[in-house]
């Protein structure tokens, strides 16, 4: 296979798909790459201040709860459901790495497992707040279902 002909196909997709020769040579990736800098230049000058709008690049492992619509307006209920879910699952998720361990013995998981059903409690008393129709009130319902399912496997004796 010869490389000019993979070339040649690549470049004639990015020339809108002529497959004439004539104007492919007159493809420069150089030039492609001035135009689209000078188009995001005029688009950054057109803007107010200079700066371009554009998505936030945020790092990744950054929780932004603030990107969800109407956040700002969320009552203290749904902030503090949010807290009470986000509490959950972390310890879920500590369980879980807890269990994958081998290192790790049962006796030192235990109290990991009664912090989850503490938390449990919290979540039911949440969810009792919270309306029927509430799409955080399914999150919730489901951590408290997967919390207890995991705690009655613990205390059932289902890992030893």
Known sequence: MDVKEIQGA???AAAGKTGKKEELNGLDFQKILQ???SN???STEA???GTAVGPEIIPEGVLTVNWLQGIKDSSPLHLEGARVAERALDLLDNYQRAMENPRTTLREIHPLVQSLAEEMKG???WIEKMS???PLRGILTEA???SSIEIEKFNRGDYI
Request: glycine residues 14%; aromatic residues 0%; negative net charge.
């Open 35 to 37: 135009g689209a800098q």
């Open 47 to 49: 803007t107010p201040g």
């Open 123 to 125: 979540l039911d008393k």
């Open 132 to 134: 029927p129709s509430d």
């Open 10 to 12: 690549a470049l004639s």
């Open 144 to 146: 408290g279902i997967l």
């Open 40 to 42: 995001l230049k005029e």
